[in-house]
């Protein structure tokens, strides 16, 4: 689990988290090891409220040292590719950089308390981490315009109904529940895991019919796996599987 961890500043993002940050997504794209990875934040006001406008510098150095420089862009989610499911569990404010962070997951569940916004149009910048993107592929175009011009929010039962969350729960209940869903996806077969993630986020982008393809080459692929052939042998067994990624 990754905890976004500064609740007295509604764990708003500052240098030293955002270095932080870069490190925790290096580890989860690269550890074989980690299968599921639940997000959240400290206490229960807020998930995140994106960076600390009081404690973040200008920029050093040229954005084009970044963009094309050896260490590459520097945006907030940067490094953080993979195909391991993420899960955020909004407690709370999801404003700014935090909601694109929960953008950024495959799963999102949210508290009844929970807030959703990019509100960078208000302190004359626009989301730079993926929210211009992601938000109209979830929710549509016409509420994410409206989200990103007016800097407005919405609630946790608008969130559920516009399918930015998929599941609305009291605050005490939301990491329980994140957990239990965690701990299901880690119990099936990393492989099948792996390619449904890879197949979504390839596909949503294709045509249909490559989309397609795509799922059928994988389908083959997986067909072909010792954890397939494990799958079938504990349920005609009665068992639970016991499957080792390959």
Same mark, same amino acid.
């Given at each position: ?39 959240? !934040? ?7 409220? =994106? ?17 094309? /420089? ?11 590719? @993979? ?14 950089? /935090? ?24 302190? =004359?910048?626009?989301?730079?981490? =993926? ?18 011009? @007016? !800097?407005?929010?919405? !609630? ?6 516009? $399918? ?44 249909? =019919? ?20 494990? /799958? ?12 080792? $990624?390959?």
């Amino acid at each position: 689990m990754i905890t976004l961890n500064r609740p007295a500043k509604l764990n708003s993002i500052d240098p030293v988290m955002r270095k932080e940050l870069k490190q925790v997504w290096a580890s989860v794209s690269t550890d074989p090891d980690i299968r599921v990875c639940v997000l959240t !934040g400290a206490g229960t006001r807020s998930f995140c409220t =994106g960076s600390d406008l009081t404690a973040t510098p200008k920029p050093d150095r040229a954005f084009a040292a970044d963009l094309f /420089g050896a260490n590459g862009t520097d945006h907030l989610l940067a490094g953080l590719t @993979t195909e391991v499911p993420l899960i955020a569990a909004v407690n709370g404010y999801a404003i700014g950089g /935090g909601l694109e962070i929960a953008l950024a997951c495959d799963i999102r569940l949210a508290s009844e308390n929970a807030q959703f916004g990019l509100s960078e149009v208000r302190v =004359g910048s626009i989301p730079g981490a =993926g929210g211009t993107q992601r938000l109209p592929r979830i929710v549509g175009r016409s509420l994410a315009m409206q989200m990103m011009l @007016t !800097g407005d929010r919405i !609630g946790a039962d608008h969130a559920l109904r516009a $399918g930015l969350v998929s599941e609305v729960l009291p605050s005490n209940e939301l990491l329980p529940r994140a957990t239990a869903i965690a701990e299901r996806i880690a119990d099936n077969a990393p492989l099948s895991v792996r390619a449904i993630k890879r197949l979504v986020q390839l596909g949503l982008d294709a045509p249909l =019919g490559t989309a397609l393809q795509l799922e059928h080459a994988a389908f083959g692929l997986i067909r072909d796996t010792a954890d397939r052939a494990e /799958g079938r042998a504990a349920f005609t067994e009665g068992r639970p599987a016991r499957y080792t $990624g390959r």
